[in-house]
């Protein structure tokens, strides 16, 4: 048994009729979610699939896929993230690649699994979560008539491969990384530690658990709190929920929240049950931390991970968020993504010779830790150059204080080089954010004759927002300078995302570097 089933499981004795999951799907307690997760493992096992099989989740958020998913891991199989909002040729393209064999998919999606059977090869067995499809199984009818009992299978944390991430292909071609089950026990036990969850505690599951937000389900699982599963997370379904649920913990992305803030009367609710907001995927910016506080109350924490080494590799708590909003003279520290969790060792920031920096100074952001991958499927080179000198190379450049909390000021591959000088997207992008018209924004360097590269900023605007471009490029020429700030900015209805909420950069770039040729 993993230490993430040891964690669950043992809420089956201690409490076993709470609830473990409620809302879209049904209710399931923590007795029946043993049970059933049991019987789902002890289905693949005796067919055929038993531990290394990869197996993937195609669905909204609902009970029935923790039960699979927590029943298939059990098993000691490996789980495949895909995501809804990927395409369906990039879904077939990750499954393909990492060799799936077993999908559980929700019958909204059925259309699109015969097309997944025709392109992925490896793909042998498929189940509906919530209904009998055509010729699929119901999760339900086909674990009918497995045994009850433990499953007979061993796990080693830090040996058996658990988890088979994909990198998201902001980039490019996604990577698919081959992580221990270490990455899933000890990412939510940090995770039920860090977020102070206890027994009457109600997480908000509206992040797809397919992703980041399956981890953060899993800590509160472990600490034997009761998940609300949305599976259609829109502001308006979020806020209802987060007051009428009386949830004290939920897990967003920037952009979430920053749609939240913009919903008419968001601070007339009253969220008095929320204890902690994550915040987490993508760096959020100081001034609408400032806000969020103000709107929900001194909840709001971040942390910061990566599919290749862990989630949560850094955490700040709500306590030292609320601090640095209250206390002028640590408003510096609302940039910061928090201190090094238990998940890692070591965590430093070296120079392009591989040499540890002091705090204050900028360079790469490495780590060591159990959860770290053993490799990229298929990807010898790539392997060794994210491993190279014994550390994992995060791609991120920031540095740390001499607290030790850590700032990242962007992507290794986001630098914008401009007449020579380096410019950071992050600074400029945050300087863009405090026009109160702007919602979201990326900066990105599009060619240029004369300066090589041309600092150009696209912002998505609140609703109902209007502001021309040129007094954004002042205001934000204003706060960084002219040498950093945007020679151009352009408006755009929304911002292109990835399929866990992260703006795709690269397609931003190509499609302003094409338009311009």
């Known amino acids: 048994m993993s230490e993430l089933h040891r ?158 991430g994909n990198t998201g292909g902001t980039t490019g071609l996604p990577k698919l990384t081959r992580s221990t089950f270490a990455i899933l026990g000890r990412g939510s036990a940090a995770f039920a530690d860090l977020l102070a969850v206890r027994g009457e505690a109600r997480n908000l599951a509206v992040a797809p658990i397919t992703h980041a937000g399956g981890i953060v389900l899993m800590g509160t699982l472990a600490a034997g709190a009761t998940n609300v599963m949305v599976a259609e997370a829109t502001p308006d379904v979020i806020a209802e929920s987060l007051e009428r649920e009386r949830i004290t913990t939920i897990f967003l992305p920037p952009t979430l929240v920053y749609m939240l803030l913009a919903l008419p009367g968001i601070g007339a609710r009253d969220f008095s049950s929320l204890r902690y907001m994550l915040v987490a995927a993508a760096p959020m910016a100081p001034t609408k931390i400032v806000e969020a506080v103000e709107v929900f ?45 238990s998940l890692l060792d070591r965590l430093a920031v070296i120079d392009d010779e591989g040499r540890e920096l002091p705090a204050g100074k900028l360079g790469e952001l490495v780590v060591q830790g159990s959860a770290v991958m053993k490799h990229y499927l298929n990807d010898p080179a790539a392997t060794a150059e994210v491993q190279a000198g014994g550390w994992h190379h995060t791609g991120d450049i920031g540095h740390l ?87 151009e900015v352009l408006v755009m209805d929304s911002l292109p995302r990835s399929a866990v909420g992260k703006i795709l950069k690269r397609e ?10």
């Open 508 to 517: 931003i770039r190509v499609a302003l570097t094409e338009s311009r040729r």
């Open 7 to 164: 964690l669950i499981e043992a809420h089956a004795d201690g409490s076993p009729d709470r609830l473990a999951l409620t809302g879209a799907g049904g209710d399931v307690s923590y007795a029946e979610l043993r049970t059933s997760s049991w019987k789902v493992a002890n289905s693949l096992l005796s067919a055929g699939y038993g531990k290394g099989t990869r197996f993937a989740i195609f669905t909204p958020n609902c009970s029935p896929a923790v039960v699979a998913q927590i029943g298939a891991l059990r098993a000691g199989a490996v789980w495949c993230n895909v995501n809804l909002r990927n395409t369906i040729a990039d879904n077939t393209d990750i499954l393909s690649r990492g060799e799936c064999e077993v999908l559980f998919f929700h019958s909204s999606v059925a259309g699109e699994v015969k097309t997944l059977q025709a392109g992925v090869p490896s793909l042998r067995l498929a189940v509906c979560l919530d209904a009998t499809f055509d010729e699929f199984p119901s999760l339900a009818d086909w674990i009918a008539d497995a045994a009850e009992n433990e499953p007979d299978v061993t796990i080693d944390d830090d040996e058996d491969i658990g988890f088979q």
């Open 401 to 487: 204080d001499e607290d030790g909390f850590l700032y990242v000021s962007d992507r290794k591959r986001d630098l914008i080089i401009s007449g020579g000088f380096n410019v950071f997207p992050y600074e400029v992008e945050q300087a863009l954010l405090t026009h109160p018209h702007v919602q979201e924004c990326a900066v990105v360097g599009v060619p240029h004759d004369k300066w090589g590269e041309q600092v150009t900023g696209v912002v998505e605007l609140v609703p109902g927002g209007h502001i021309e471009p040129e007094e954004l490029i002042s205001h934000a020429r204003g706060i960084v300078g002219p040498l950093k700030g945007p020679k």
């Open 297 to 341: 109350g001194p909840v709001l924490c971040q942390a910061f991970g990566q599919t290749e080494a862990g989630f949560p590799l850094t955490f700040i708590t709500p306590e030292e968020t609320a601090e640095a909003v209250a206390v002028e003279a640590l408003r510096g520290r609302l940039a910061s993504c928090g201190r090094m969790t």
